[in-house]
């Protein structure tokens, strides 16, 4: 009944054949070596499958004696073949070595070309179809030019792209496409992948512990990496550990106090250093000032008559604005007062009289005992003639009270 069985279908091939497109016949044939499908053209199939009367049958593993066997072809239980890939001998399992390759380029379905062997795996890369080239993806084509059907490289296994056609028309070219993030392997400009980590957390100066890759494929995921702060050892990615220091307050810009080292070993703690470095705008240590904090000091509580008093970039006062008014003595003021400027005084009673100079607040707005007329404007205050409405004693002490 077997036999029966394959001349039906033989019947029903040679028929199909007979009515179909003869242009197309030796695509339609392309497969071979397959259950159900044309032997190949040394009379034997794909593992596990017999050759019997042209094609290819599964009798569950047992050569029939149709098969062209000998004795470097032997098959063996599937479940114990061990691969000699590379001795120029077809072993099971194998579909050629070296120069041995029992198929050809038209074999397999293509119209022409040289079949090769690489890893004991058929090599179609050299073999053409005639109609490759047309656009349309032929029988046995598995593309066609531009034309690579529904097939994108997501499909394939990468990641976005434009999927191409090989030269042949028989496979795909994916070289423009992005590799795909999570296929565990290294891709274009990834710089891991899933469990393809090329780096350590050691590598990093993190510790021990496990690195991972992130979602995207473009950086490390620490979170499992520990950290060796504490050893006090000051290891990679450390500015010191516990008591070892490499610093100390003076080099960190400071009077004296010791240096410590903060708790996650990547920073100095000053906490117990003094003086902090002069500019900060706080006094401290034996600074007189700081930046604009003069601790309440002018010019005139330095014992100076006027001016500004400032701070060096010393922490100590600048009193080089400050100077000391000069009174210009006068017919009716031998002896001016040095700090104040005055001769008589000022009795700030309301009355501008003789009781009373000219630069005193009772007098600022009395224009007929002190006119501007007295103004004599040499550089010199005469307080007692001058008011402060003069050049000469606009700056004097008792006009800025």
Do not use: H
């Not at 339609?28 to 019997?52: H, I, K, P, V, Y």
């Not at 050629?96 to 179609?124: K, P």
């Not at 930046?291 to 400032?310: K, P």
């Amino acid at each position: 009944m077997k036999w029966m069985n394959f001349l039906t279908i033989l019947a029903v091939m040679s028929f199909a054949v007979a009515c179909g497109d003869s242009s197309k016949s030796k695509k339609s044939g392309a497969a071979a070596g397959g259950e159900g499908q044309a032997c190949f053209a040394n009379g034997t199939c794909l593992t596990g499958l017999d050759c019997e009367a042209g094609l290819c049958v599964n009798n569950g593993g047992t050569n029939n004696a149709n098969n062209a066997n000998n004795a470097n072809n032997t098959i063996v239980n599937p479940n114990n073949v061990v691969s000699l890939c590379g001795n120029g001998v077809v072993d099971e399992s194998e579909e050629c070595d070296g120069e041995s390759i029992d198929a050809t380029c038209q074999s397999l379905g293509f119209d022409d070309g040289v079949l090769g062997c690489v890893d004991c795996r058929y090599e179609d890369s050299a073999c053409t179809f005639e109609s490759c080239g047309n656009g349309v993806i032929d029988p046995g084509e598995s593309c066609d030019g531009t034309n690579v059907g529904a097939t994108t490289c997501e499909l394939l296994g990468f990641g976005p792209g434009t999927l191409r056609c090989a030269a042949n028309c028989g496979d795909f070219d994916t070289t423009t496409c992005a590799p795909k993030c999570g296929n565990n392997i290294i891709d274009g400009n990834e710089v891991c992948d899933g469990t393809d980590v090329a780096e350590t957390c050691a590598g990093l100066g993190l510790g021990g512990g496990t690195l991972r890759c992130n979602a995207t494929c473009d950086g490390y995921n620490t979170q499992a990496c520990g950290s060796l702060c504490g050893n006090s050892v000051v290891d990679a990615g450390e500015t010191c550990d516990g008591t070892n220091v490499p610093s100390t307050c003076q080099a960190l810009g400071f009077t004296g106090g010791t240096v410590r080292c903060a708790t996650d070993c990547k920073s100095f703690n000053t906490q117990s250093c003094t003086n902090v470095r002069c500019g900060n705008g706080v006094i401290e240590g034996n600074e007189q000032c700081d930046g604009a904090d003069l601790n309440g000091q002018t010019c005139t509580s330095l014992g100076f008559s006027t001016g500004t008093l400032g701070c060096s970039q010393t922490c100590s006062f600048d009193t080089t604005p400050c100077s000391d008014f000069v009174c210009s003595p006068s017919a009716n003021c031998t002896s001016p007062n040095t700090v104040t400027c005055a001769c008589v005084g000022c009795q700030t009673d309301g009355v501008c009289d003789d009781r009373d100079d000219c630069v005193c607040p009772d007098c600022a707005n009395d224009a007929q005992q002190c006119p501007v007329a007295n103004c004599i404007n040499d550089g010199q205050c005469d307080p007692f003639n001058e008011a402060c409405a003069c050049a000469d004693c606009a700056g004097a002490p008792a006009c800025n009270p």
